[in-house]
Every structure is written in structure tokens, then in C-alpha cells.
């Protein structure tokens, strides 16, 4: 193919993208959080409020709140549910079943009443202010503290919001644990997700009563960072740098978040919805980050849906408990120790793309590979660490492949750490590049692509270079399978 036709090629397939981003980024109707809280219908607000003081001296106290839920969910079914849970809880937890009803359970009808202080709470979305398109990027950050966190966690396990917020995240999912409750019966690590939060509402009933005002009163941030639009049109092959090889990448064991050095943020296999399932069914990377860490859950009240170019960064989200497993073998383990005192990287959360075929050629068209690298760039560029923490993102359930995932991970990083570094002389960076360092996790994996990475790194090129080569193998017609493993022979033979 001649290089005029190979340019009027990707110039067409330029303007596809930005015709797919168009539609993607159609703005829904959103509300303020003012509009969902239950405190401000006065009917049901005055309804909950008696049920919170029910005195009935022949209710024990886990009939009061299943009556609770049961009430503000107009679920009858929920009762053969959550006194399953209990049980469950009182057999095998029998500390935390304790604590949770002889002091939690009234420590949490009390919170309730603060919901309206939670009314000035903003949303974490763009207005139409005027941007400046000489930046790059253009964010938004929301600070919220511990109690009005905890306030808000604590309406969402009585199930206090009536759906009118699924408004509000522009069709995404309920505030609310009722489908929790309705799955413990089918599902067994529904009880673990359960615990998980009994266990979290413990810990913050204990503060409370220790009046640890300046536990309480320190602020989770939450920040949504989106590309202009100028940077999004231009081309990402002519973008990528024609000098600068792959930058640093190092691989470990482990899980992402037991990983806190300093200067590093973990990434989050995030749902455009960010939280995913935290509330419902799901249970793998995001979900699990979000029932040991339930501070985060609150991204999924405030925050709309995340566009195509956009990302959301949650800031001092604590890790309040211990587990093993993952997705149906998850189980809620303990109390993180010491988790007032333990160093919380920052946690950066980006949506893959989903695949519906695993041999699909579809995540190597220069669409899909222009939307990935730019939903990682918009990450990279948007922390102020030099480490990123990351893993199989965009695999597993999105059917993305791996070695292609880890290559544009690669690339994005390098390149945004490049750009911060030579464009804006950021003080964050420092003047080699190989400092920040890609740190990946790649469980099973690990040695395969780590031994990969090394190979890769005996050759000389560029990040342009690859990314040319990683377009040009999706579109050879000697592979019919696009595996990770013919990708991995088509690079190394090639560069």
C-alpha cells in the first residue's frame, strides 16, 4: 500500500472515531443529588424517620431493620433473605453480629438523620463552563468527608433511594443494596459482600462513638478528568513519539492493592458505570477494590456515566477489610489492620472496551485501538504519581487480549509521562523517563509476559514504531486467529 493511500486510510478511519465518539458522548438528563435524597420528599422522609424510631420492645433489633428494609423496599421477600444473612453472620461472625446490634445498628439510625447536610453534595460532571484549549485535559473534583460518606452508605443499606437516581448516573444502576439481599440466597458470596459492609459499618460506629471528629471529618476526593476535544481529533500514529522507546516496566506478584510504596496509583478495571456490581452480582477486580475500600461505592452516586474520554480518580478511599478469592470464591476474611494509619494510594479508574468474541479481529481496528490508548492516556496524564499499578485490564469478561492490553498500557504510559515531562517541564516527573515505572501484575501470567517484555526490550524501536506494527498485524490476513501468541511472533519477527 502506498503511503498517500495508507494516510487517506487512516484519515477516514480518523473520522469514524469521531463520528463513534460523538454518539458515545451524548449528554443524558441528569439530576442534582438534592433530587434523590430521601429528606427532601417529606411523605416518605417522615415515614422512615418513624420506622428508625420504632420502641416495640417485643422486635429484637434484627427485626427492626429487616422491617426497615423490607419497608423502604415494598420487597416482602427480602425478610427469608436477610434472616438468612444474620444467621449467617451470627454463626460465623459472632463479633461482628454482636457489635453490630447491640451498638452499629442505633450508631447508624442516628447517621440517618444527617442525610440532609449531604444535600450541597455536587455531582461529578463537566457544565459548560469556558475551557482552555491550550490544556490538554479539563477536571472536575468533589471532596466529601468520612461522615457524610458513611450517612450516605448507611441509606443505601436501608435502601432508602426509590430508583429516581438512576436518573441521575445517566441509566446506570440503583443506589441501593436490595439486590444484595435478593441474591444471598442464590449466590453464596452475597453473604461475603454483606460482611464486607457490616464489617466497614462497625469500624466507622466505632469512631464515632470514640468521637474521633478528625477521623470523620477527613475528606475522600473524587475527580473526573475528560480530554479537549482537539487533542481527541488529532491522529494517534502521527501523535505517538518517533524517538522515545517503551518506558519502564516492572512485574510482581500479588495483588494490586497490597502494592503501597509511595508515588503510585492503582488502577481500576473500571465499568463505565464506575462500581460495576459493587451493589449487585459482580464481583471481580472493581467490585472486590470497592467492597474492601466502600468509600469508593459513593463514585457510583455522584458520578455519570464515563465517556470515551474521559476517567475518574478517587483520592484517601481506606481499606476497611481483608478477603480471599475471587468473583464466586470471594470471602470476607477480617478488618484491615491498622487502616486509619496505612498509606492509600490513590486509585485511578479506567473503562475498557467489551468484546463479544475473543478471536475477534474487532480490538485491533484502529477505532478500538484509538479509543483504548486514549482512555489510558487521559489516566496517565491526569495523576500526580510516577508509578502506575495495573494488571490484566480489559481482559477476563471484555475478552480483550492480553499481551495487546499490556502493549497499549505500555505505550499510553510512556507517552503521557513523555508529554507531561516535555510539555508542561511537570516537577512531578523526573527528567528520565525510565523513573516511572509501569508496575504489572499479572497473576498467572506473570512470567509469560514478563519474558515477553523482555524480548521485546532486546529490540530497538519506538512507541510509533510498535503501535504501527500492532495496527498492521490486526489487518494481516495470515492470521486468522488474532491470539496473544501470534501477536507476540508478528512483533518480535518484525521489529
Keep these: ?178 439486590k444484595i439481599y435478593s441474591f444471598i440466597g442464590w449466590k453464596g458470596y452475597m453473604i461475603e459482600k454483606l460482611n464486607c459492609f457490616i464489617n466497614y459499618f462497625n469500624l466507622m460506629a466505632i469512631e464515632l462513638i470514640s468521637k474521633n471528629d478528625k477521623f470523620l471529618e477527613e475528606k475522600v476526593s473524587f475527580k473526573r478528568s475528560k480530554l479537549n476535544t482537539n487533542f481527541r481529533k488529532s491522529s494517534l500514529i502521527d501523535g505517538l513519539s518517533k524517538k522515545e522507546p517503551l518506558g519502564k516496566i516492572k512485574f510482581m506478584n500479588g495483588k494490586i492493592e497490597d502494592y503501597r510504596e509511595r508515588h503510585s496509583t492503582h488502577l481500576d478495571f473500571a465499568n463505565r458505570y464506575i462500581g460495576g456490581g459493587a451493589l449487585g452480582r459482580g464481583c471481580v477486580q472493581e467490585e472486590i477494590l470497592f467492597l474492601i475500600k466502600p468509600e469508593c461505592i459513593v463514585s457510583g452516586l455522584i458520578a455519570p456515566v464515563m465517556k470515551s474520554d474521559e476517567c475518574i480518580i478517587l483520592g484517601h478511599c481506606i481499606q476497611y477489610s481483608t478477603y480471599s478469592g475471587y468473583s464466586s470464591s470471594f470471602k470476607f476474611k477480617d478488618s484491615f489492620e491498622n487502616f486509619k494509619n496505612t498509606l492509600t494510594p490513590p486509585i485511578l479508574a479506567i473503562d475498557a472496551l467489551k468484546f463479544n468474541d475473543k478471536n475477534s479481529y474487532e480490538e485491533y481496528k484502529y477505532q478500538s485501538l484509538k479509543h483504548e490508548f ?100 490486526g489487518k494481516n490476513k495470515n492470521y486468522k486467529i488474532k491470539s496473544g501468541n501470534n501477536l507476540i511472533e508478528f512483533l518480535l519477527n518484525n521489529l
Design 1 to 178: 500500500m502506498s503511503l498517500l493511500n495508507q494516510n487517506n486510510q487512516i484519515k477516514k478511519l480518523e473520522e469514524d472515531f469521531q463520528k463513534k465518539v460523538k454518539l458515545q458522548n451524548e449528554e443524558a438528563s441528569i439530576k442534582t443529588l438534592k433530587d434523590v435524597l430521601i429528606c427532601n420528599d417529606r411523605k416518605r422522609w417522615n415515614r422512615f424517620k418513624r420506622l428508625l424510631s420504632d420502641e416495640d420492645k417485643l422486635l429484637s433489633e434484627e427485626e427492626k431493620l429487616i422491617n426497615i428494609i423490607v419497608d423502604m423496599t415494598h420487597n416482602k421477600d427480602l425478610e427469608v433473605q436477610l434472616s438468612k444473612f444474620f444467621f449467617n453472620l451470627k454463626k460465623n461472625h459472632p463479633d461482628n453480629y454482636n457489635l453490630f446490634f447491640n451498638a452499629t445498628f442505633n450508631i447508624m439510625k442516628k447517621v440517618a438523620h444527617e442525610l440532609p447536610t449531604c444535600n450541597d453534595i455536587e455531582l461529578l460532571k463537566f457544565n459548560d463552563e469556558h475551557v482552555d484549549k491550550r490544556k490538554e485535559s479539563k477536571t472536575k473534583k468533589v471532596k466529601i468527608t468520612r461522615r457524610k460518606i458513611f450517612c450516605l452508605l448507611i441509606h443505601a443499606f436501608f435502601c432508602t433511594f426509590d430508583g429516581s437516581e438512576k436518573e441521575l448516573i445517566s441509566g446506570g444502576k440503583l443506589f441501593s443494596f436490595e
Design 374 to 473: 486514549l482512555k489510558l492516556y487521559i489516566g496517565f496524564i491526569s495523576i500526580k504519581t510516577k508509578n502506575v499499578c495495573t494488571g490484566n485490564w480489559g481482559c477476563g469478561a471484555f475478552l480483550g487480549t492480553l499481551e495487546l492490553k499490556m502493549l497499549i498500557q505500555w505505550i499510553a504510559f510512556t507517552q503521557a509521562k513523555l508529554n507531561l515531562r516535555n510539555r508542561h517541564n511537570d516537577i512531578r516527573i523526573n527528567e528520565n523517563n525510565n523513573e516511572n515505572t509501569l508496575i504489572y501484575f499479572g497473576l498467572d501470567n506473570n512470567e509469560r509476559l514478563k519474558k515477553f517484555a523482555n524480548e521485546l526490550n532486546e529490540k530497538t524501536f519506538t512507541i510509533n514504531q510498535l503501535f504501527k506494527l500492532i495496527y498492521h498485524f
